[in-house]
């Protein structure tokens, strides 16, 4: 009935049709890692936590945190105990969306082996009201005058007088931190290894020397957290009466972090005598 010239027409307009749905259809652009992380951590935000579920949760974490959450003091596993809910979930959320690079936690982080956003919100409580040690790993204190100083003129805003850090801003709590491990961090966001860091705090130490990074984190490792925040000398965690902690007396060796026997040697110190300005 229709002729050769209405076939090829109806063809190329029927052609258009399917490109047109097909080009509607297409799912719209994944989600950035930080995108991913801002929604997960606004979703856990609201649930209300269960501490119960929260030891159970906290297992997978005391592999390496250990049961007290307390890490190790050569900077390997830093100390989570007593660290402020949001920073926990905040962190937490940025490993598992790959928006903070951490290969040593994040198959322990991702949601078929800790859970979903309800674990991530009891773990997280679970974390903060541990107490902390009393006995964190600290610097040589050979510069802590200069540290002071460098603390006051540049940290002090954000992360508070006594290192206590800013809930509302899931800014961390630095105080009684090893001081190896906030020396890992410190060079990871200077060398822009950790992604997810604050640019107002790259922008603050880009021109902190070897002996001013050096002096302020072993004067912040030796803030002291509130007494009530302090775990009693002697105290274990409860919760895992079965866990051998030191068998035969020597604790587990952690594994090594990558490209550590490859890292260059640091250059000596200058001694500078000022503090470097303020950005």
């Known amino acids: 009935m229709f002729g050769p010239v ?3 027409g ?3 307009a029927l052609s258009g049709l399917v490109s047109t749905a097909a080009y ?13 992380a801002r929604l ?3 979703q856990v935000m609201t649930l209300t936590p269960d501490l119960e579920n929260g030891r159970k949760v906290y297992l997978t974490c005391a592999v390496c ?6 890490g190790a003091p050569d900077g390997t596993y830093p100390q989570i105990a007593g660290q402020l809910r949001t920073v926990i979930i905040k962190q937490l959320a940025d490993i598992r969306a790959r928006n903070r690079d951490n290969p040593l936690m994040y198959p322990f982080s991702v949601p078929r082996i800790l859970g979903g956003p309800q674990s991530v919100a009891d773990v997280a409580a ?3 009201q541990l107490p902390m040690t009393p006995d964190n790993g600290v610097g040589s204190g050979e510069d802590l005058a200069l540290g002071q100083e460098v603390y006051a003129e540049h940290c002090t805003k954000c992360h508070g007088d006594h290192g206590e850090g800013n809930e509302a801003e899931h800014i961390p709590a630095i105080a009684g931190q090893h001081y190896l491990y906030l020396m890992r961090q410190f060079d990871a966001i200077r060398m822009g290894r950790r992604k997810n860091s604050d640019p107002k705090m790259v922008k603050q130490i880009d021109g902190f020397t070897p002996r001013h990074q050096a002096a302020v984190l ?8 509130p007494e009530s925040k302090l775990a009693e000398a002697g105290w274990t965690n409860p919760d895992f009466p079965s866990y051998v902690r030191d068998p035969m007396g020597v604790p587990p060796m952690p594994p090594m972090p990558a490209g550590l026997m490859d890292a260059p040697a640091l250059p000596e110190p200058p001694a500078y005598p000022s503090v470097p300005p303020a950005r």
């Open 65 to 70: 945190h250990r049961p007290e959450g307390w």
């Open 40 to 42: 997960e951590y606004e």
């Open 6 to 8: 209405f076939a090829i």
């Open 24 to 36: 509607a259809q297409e799912p719209a652009p994944a989600e950035t890692p930080a995108e991913t």
């Open 10 to 12: 109806l063809s190329i």
């Open 126 to 128: 679970y974390v903060a």
């Open 218 to 225: 072993d004067y912040t490792a030796r803030l002291r957290p």
